[in-house]
């Protein structure tokens, strides 16, 4: 199986955007954390979660296909594979989302967009984010407007969790790699110097 820092790399190789970087991160964390929770294989999952938009800038009409065409060319596992398209069911793929797997990355998918935005505008960022906030946000369709609010919905229907213990899971799983996305209180109170200075 590729390892994780072979994944990095064909990360970095496909995908220019920062945001977009950052948002694969985020779901990989999100996804690795539930592969804990289950007693799952966390680096398995944790390649579904990373990889889950590696297509999404260069081929954003064909989405995931090519992306899916280029993991099995490298011999990614077919359980990483199948995440991979069902996460895009049911408008991209026809995969519907049945594994553990298959349902974890659909449901957190959106839903860590939704929380990173969360805490870009919290001035503790994700330091003392609760589920409240962002179900709150969930509410609000002009917050985060790209975030597909149907969507969330149907993760947590496909994961059958009440909808703050999973928001609570995300938040977990983000906060092991806040320093990567830069969401902590520390970060953000760096951002706005850095603006602030003439």
Known sequence: MPSRSDAVALLEEWVESEALRKHMYAVEAAVR?????????????????????????RFPDEHPHPGV???RELDYPEPVVRAILAHAYPDRSDVVPET???????????????VY??????????????????VKKLKDKAFAAGVHRDAVQRGLDLIDLDRAVHVQNV?????????????????????????QRP
Request: glycine share 10%.
């Open 33 to 57: 954390h539930y592969a804990r929770l289950e007693g799952e294989d966390e680096e398995t999952w944790g390649l579904a979660g990373l990889l889950h938009d590696l297509d999404w800038e």
């Open 117 to 134: 935005a969360c805490c870009l505008v919290r001035p503790n960022g994700i330091d003392d984010l609760r589920p409240k906030s962002v």
């Open 69 to 71: 065409a280029r993991l």
């Open 171 to 195: 938040i977990d799983g983000l906060r092991t790699v806040a320093d990567v996305l830069e969401v902590r209180g520390e970060d953000l109170a760096a951002r706005r110097g850095q603006q």
């Open 100 to 114: 553990p797997l298959d349902k974890v990355l659909y449901a957190c998918d959106e839903l860590c967009g939704l």
